[in-house]
C-alpha cells in the first residue's frame, strides 16, 4: 500500500509559479511511475504529466508543455511539479498518482493503482 500527500498548492496570480509536491509512504517509491493529473469543478479528470521510476522518461500533456516540469527524487520518496506561467483556466485540484508498472509513463488514469486526495491550485485575474 502507497500513501500520497501532495503539498504546495494555493493562490497565485496569472502568470505566476506554484511548486507542487508529492511525497509516498513506503520503501518501493522508486518501483513507481507517477504521474499528475487535475480537475476543475465539472470537468473531467485531465492527464496533466507523468514520469517513469528512474526519472528518464517523461511526458506531458500539450497544454503544459514548456510551462510545467514534473521531477522525482527517490530518496526523498517525492515527485514534484513546476508549473510556471499559471493560466487562470488552470484553477482546479491536482492530485498525484502512482503506477506499479514503473518503467512505463501512462496518460491513463486507470493504470495508476494510488492517489492522493489532492492540493487546491487557484489561479486569479
Known amino acids: 500500500q502507497v500513501q500520497l500527500v501532495e503539498s504546495g498548492g494555493g493562490l497565485v496570480q496569472a502568470g505566476g509559479s506554484l511548486r507542487l509536491s508529492c511525497a509516498a509512504s513506503?520503501?518501493?517509491?522508486?518501483?513507481?511511475?507517477m504521474g499528475w493529473f487535475r480537475q476543475a469543478p465539472g470537468k473531467e479528470r485531465e492527464f496533466v504529466a507523468t514520469?517513469?521510476?528512474?526519472?528518464?522518461?517523461?511526458y506531458y500533456a500539450d497544454s503544459v508543455k514548456g510551462r510545467f516540469t514534473i521531477s522525482r527524487d527517490n530518496a526523498k520518496n517525492t515527485v514534484y511539479l513546476q508549473m510556471n506561467s499559471l493560466k487562470l483556466e488552470e484553477t482546479a485540484v491536482y492530485h498525484c498518482?502512482?503506477?506499479?508498472?514503473?518503467?512505463?509513463?501512462?496518460?491513463?488514469?486507470?493504470?495508476?493503482?494510488?492517489w492522493g486526495q489532492g492540493t487546491q491550485v487557484t489561479v486569479s485575474s
Open positions: 498518482a502512482a503506477s506499479t508498472i514503473g518503467q512505463v509513463t501512462t496518460i491513463s488514469p486507470p493504470r495508476y493503482n494510488y
Open positions: 513506503g520503501r518501493t517509491f522508486n518501483l513507481y511511475a
Open positions: 514520469i517513469d521510476w528512474s526519472g528518464g522518461r517523461t
